[in-house]
Nanobody, 125 residues
Framework: QVQLVESGGGLVQAGGSLRLSCAAS????????LGWFRQAPGKEREFVAV????????YYADSVKGRFTISRDNAKNTVNLQMNSLKPEDTAVYYC??????????????????WGKGTPVTVSS
């Protein structure tokens, strides 16, 4: 059984930065696509970013492009999300996810194989 555990969330002022991390256990995920999704209060969970199994390809939602960077370390079985220039609209619970088959923008909230429990991010104005 795969477990994904997120960390690094918290409260930050607008314009600040946070780095989220997700550690996987139970199975090596080096052949999985890894990604981040988020869910704001009263809204549906949405795609943020994914990274290919090799780390060579990354995909971002338009709303975070240029501000967020996703990366992975297959040796450590981790995926990270560096979030810069944070805005109040980035406030949400951020979830780590993994999937064997999806690719790029084809990865969506309804198809991921594994999910973490989420870490909350609050950006104050």
């Amino acid at each position: 059984q795969v477990q994904l555990v997120e960390s690094g969330g918290g409260l930050v002022q607008a314009g600040g930065s946070l780095r989220l991390s997700c550690a996987a256990s139970g199975r090596t995920l080096s052949s999985y696509v890894l990604g981040w999704f988020r869910q704001a209060p009263g809204k549906e969970r949405e795609f943020v970013a994914v990274v290919s199994w090799s780390g060579g390809s990354t995909y971002y939602a338009d709303s975070v492009k240029g501000r967020f960077t996703i990366s992975r370390d297959n040796a450590k079985n981790t995926v990270n999300l560096q979030m810069n220039s944070l805005k109040p609209e980035d406030t949400a619970v951020y979830y780590c996810a993994a999937d064997r088959k999806c690719s790029g923008y084809g990865c969506n909230r309804d198809g991921m194989d594994y999910w973490g429990k989420g870490t909350p991010v609050t950006v104050s104005s």
